[in-house]
């Protein structure tokens, strides 16, 4: 199964009359347990296009089918809804109930399961994220720490048990060690439970060590979707368009310039080492 | 809900828009106390020209003011049966034994949406004219002499500039926090009155939160920039008091004087 996107184009209205367009005819298809990283000036129309993949903005021309539920049906929304969880910039501002337990269980809650499986699911979702069960639970979200904050709001997703999972920009205003934990939660959720992750990142280097696809959008429009590797040696063009390559590419870069024949292919701090070993890219 | 605008505003260059604040507050004033001055319907003739005198100079279109008027039509539709059934008269024009539809009734009627209509055009010839922020200017500056008495006339300005400037960052935070918790399964739509007004709730708290955490943040903002009051304060934009004001205010006190001198003749 997967998300496929077709002629998406999209454009807001102001005053009832509509504006010009969003995005300009989306096309492609975004495989299941991928991570798929997006990258792109503001206003590229990010933002604008993963709110489409759960139906808060349903498009006028070409479709969104996630698993064969088509989004332009209403009646599929709701569906969607439980099987695209969505991370928005900022959670921790969404966090509103009594305790860290009842925001956490406000979305099984609307999925209408029993007790005794929300209960599994907000137990679950709150150790994923590194918030003890035990020691949060009864406290108040309003009450933690910018990062706890932050973990609780994206376990409050994670208890829905999404098969995919978009977040934009989820590490924006943290510091290193949060990046971190942030990072390495979703490179398990990929793992372990085979969570597709589509994210939302200005950090190429964060882009480049975990993505499997990148899309790069461009004004509303596909400028590139394909792997890290071959995004990122189109150094120029990406900024050309107000982009860049992550830091150990800017280095391959230079060395090429200075006559040490290094592919500039390589993005990831791991292929760099790999190469100086080895003495040849890894692929 | 991402339409809604706050005020009415339509930029223009006209004379009207470039009166001072205060010299078309006091217009407004003068003429609110003309409609209610006058006590029968034909005398309504003076108020009208006088606004339709102010719209024409203004070049706003007719369309601004018939919007304005839409949320009062049914307090107009009701204000006018009311009346229409339970004004006392003896002109009868039609008796059905329950009820008589007199000459009086049909009068008054007529006299009381008319006035009510005149008089919410009128207040909308301000707001549509004047740009909130001039509004604020213009009634800070009018009521500082009201600081004799310790009425904070610049803190009350300063909290009406704020609560305008912060309308569309809130309408787009509660777009937000809308979206996040739909993405969570959140029903705004279905069920009765009592189960949508419950499924505000994870909206009101964090917009709340929100509000009280800008509010800080701008104290602080403000406070880092030496804010401390009105006190010795001076402005970038300084209302000046210029001949067409003069000439406006005297145009509206002849249109006074006029509606006196009749009332008193006739």
Same mark, same amino acid.
Request: charged share 20%; proline share 4%; aromatic share 8%.
């Given at each position: 199964?997967?998300?496929?996107?077709?002629?998406?184009?999209?454009?807001?209205?102001?005053?009832?009359?509509?504006?010009?367009?969003?995005?300009?005819?989306?096309?492609?298809?975004?495989?299941?347990?991928?991570?798929?990283?997006?990258?792109?000036?503001?206003?590229?129309?990010?933002?604008? @296009?993963?709110?489409?993949?759960?139906?808060?903005?349903?498009?006028?021309?070409?479709?969104?089918?996630?698993?064969?539920?088509?989004?332009?049906?209403?009646?599929?929304?709701?569906?969607?809804?439980?099987?695209?969880?969505?991370?928005?910039?900022?959670?921790?501002?969404?966090?509103?109930?009594?305790?860290?337990?009842?925001?956490?269980?406000?979305?099984?809650?609307?999925?209408?399961?029993?007790?005794?499986?929300?209960?599994?699911?907000?137990?679950?979702?709150?150790?994923?994220? &590194?918030?003890?069960?035990?020691?949060?639970?009864?406290?108040?979200?309003?009450?933690?720490?910018? &990062?706890?904050?932050?973990?609780?709001?994206?376990?409050?997703?994670?208890?829905?048990?999404?098969?995919?999972?978009?977040?934009?920009?989820?590490?924006?205003?943290?510091?290193?060690?949060?990046?971190?934990?942030?990072?390495?939660?979703?490179?398990? /959720?990929?793992?372990?439970?085979?969570?597709?992750?589509?994210?939302?990142?200005?950090?190429?280097?964060?882009?480049?060590?975990?993505?499997?696809?990148?899309?790069?959008?461009?004004?509303?429009?596909?400028?590139?979707?394909?792997?890290?590797?071959?995004?990122?040696?189109?150094?120029?063009?990406?900024?050309?368009?107000?982009?860049?390559?992550?830091?150990?590419?800017?280095?391959?870069?230079?060395?090429?310039?200075?006559?040490?024949?290094?592919?500039?292919?390589?993005?990831?701090?791991?292929?760099?080492?790999?190469?100086?070993?080895?003495?040849?890219?890894?692929? | 809900?991402?339409?809604?605008?706050?005020?009415?505003?339509?930029?223009?260059?006209?004379?009207?828009?470039?009166?001072?604040?205060?010299?078309?507050?006091?217009?407004?004033? /003068?003429?609110?106390?003309?409609?209610?001055?006058?006590?029968?319907?034909?005398?309504?003739?003076?108020?009208?020209?006088?606004?339709?005198?102010?719209?024409?100079?203004?070049?706003?279109?007719?369309?601004?003011?018939?919007?304005?008027?839409?949320?009062?039509?049914?307090?107009?539709?009701?204000?006018?049966?009311?009346?229409?059934?339970?004004?006392?008269?003896?002109?009868?024009?039609?008796?059905?034994?329950?009820?008589?539809?007199?000459?009086?009734?049909?009068?008054?009627?007529?006299? /009381?949406?008319?006035?009510?209509?005149?008089?919410?055009? &009128?207040?909308?010839?301000?707001?549509?004219?004047?740009?909130?922020?001039?509004?604020?200017?213009?009634?800070?500056?009018?009521?500082?002499?009201?600081?004799?008495?310790?009425?904070?006339?610049?803190?009350?300005?300063?909290?009406?500039?704020?609560?305008?400037? @912060?309308?569309?960052?809130?309408?787009?935070?509660?777009?937000?926090?809308?979206?996040?918790?739909?993405?969570?399964?959140?029903?705004?739509?279905?069920?009765?009155?009592?189960?949508?007004?419950?499924?505000?709730?994870?909206?009101?708290?964090?917009?709340?939160?929100?509000?009280?955490?800008?509010?800080?943040?701008?104290?602080?903002?403000?406070?880092?920039?030496?804010?401390?009051?009105?006190?010795?304060?001076?402005?970038?934009?300084?209302?000046?008091?210029?001949?067409?004001?003069?000439?406006?205010?005297?145009?509206?006190?002849?249109?006074?004087?006029?509606?006196?001198?009749?009332?008193?003749?006739?």
């Amino acid at each position: 199964m997967s998300i496929v996107i077709n002629h998406l184009t999209f454009a807001y209205t102001q005053g009832g009359k509509p504006l010009a367009p969003t995005l300009k005819g989306l096309t492609f298809t975004i495989e299941e347990g991928s991570f798929l990283g997006i990258i792109g000036h503001t206003g590229s129309g990010k933002s604008t @296009f993963v709110k489409h993949l759960n139906g808060l903005l349903s498009c006028e021309k070409g479709t969104v089918i996630v698993d064969g539920h088509d989004l332009s049906q209403k009646s599929e929304r709701r569906t969607v809804r439980s099987l695209v969880g969505m991370v928005f910039q900022y959670p921790e501002y969404q966090l509103f109930a009594e305790t860290v337990y009842e925001d956490v269980a406000f979305g099984p809650r609307n999925m209408k399961l029993d007790e005794a499986e929300i209960k599994t699911r907000v137990t679950n979702a709150m150790t994923m994220v &590194g918030l003890d069960p035990e020691r949060f639970s009864t406290r108040s979200p309003f009450e933690l720490s910018g &990062g706890e904050r932050r973990r609780a709001a994206i376990a409050g997703v994670l208890a829905m048990q999404p098969k995919y999972l978009v977040l934009d920009e989820p590490m924006a205003g943290l510091d290193p060690l949060g990046r971190k934990e942030i990072l390495s939660l979703l490179e398990k /959720l990929r793992s372990e439970s085979g969570c597709t992750i589509i994210m939302i990142s200005h950090s190429m280097d964060d882009i480049a060590n975990h993505a499997t696809k990148v899309l790069v959008l461009e004004q509303g429009s596909v400028f590139l979707y394909d792997t890290p590797q071959i995004v990122f040696s189109n150094a120029e063009e990406l900024q050309r368009i107000g982009l860049s390559v992550p830091s150990i590419t800017k280095i391959c870069i230079e060395m090429n310039r200075r006559g040490v024949a290094i592919p500039t292919s390589i993005c990831t701090e791991d292929a760099f080492l790999h190469w100086f070993r080895e003495g040849k890219a890894h692929a | 809900m991402r339409d809604i605008t706050l005020g009415q505003y339509v930029a223009g260059n006209s004379v009207i828009h470039k009166l001072d604040p205060r010299t078309k507050i006091a217009m407004m004033i /003068l003429y609110i106390a003309m409609t209610f001055l006058v006590k029968d319907i034909w005398f309504l003739a003076i108020p009208f020209v006088y606004l339709v005198i102010e719209l024409v100079l203004s070049g706003i279109s007719l369309k601004y003011i018939l919007n304005s008027l839409k949320p009062i039509r049914f307090l107009l539709i009701l204000m006018f049966l009311l009346n229409l059934f339970f004004t006392k008269g003896e002109n009868v024009w039609l008796d059905l034994g329950f009820w008589k539809l007199t000459d009086e009734a049909v009068l008054q009627s007529f006299f /009381l949406s008319i006035r009510i209509v005149l008089l919410v055009a &009128g207040a909308s010839m301000l707001t549509l004219t004047t740009s909130p922020i001039a509004l604020t200017d213009g009634l800070e500056k009018l009521l500082t002499p009201l600081k004799i008495f310790h009425f904070p006339a610049h803190e009350l300005a300063m909290m009406m500039t704020i609560a305008l400037r @912060f309308v569309p960052t809130l309408m787009d935070e509660s777009e937000k926090i809308r979206n996040a918790q739909m993405s969570r399964g959140a029903d705004f739509e279905s069920g009765n009155i009592f189960k949508r007004v419950k499924s505000m709730i994870p909206i009101l708290i964090p917009l709340f939160v929100s509000s009280f955490r800008k509010a800080d943040d701008l104290a602080i903002a403000m406070e880092s920039r030496c804010y401390h009051g009105g006190d010795g304060r001076t402005r970038m934009h300084q209302l000046k008091f210029r001949k067409e004001d003069l000439f406006a205010i005297l145009i509206t006190l002849l249109f006074v004087a006029a509606l006196i001198v009749i009332l008193v003749l006739f």
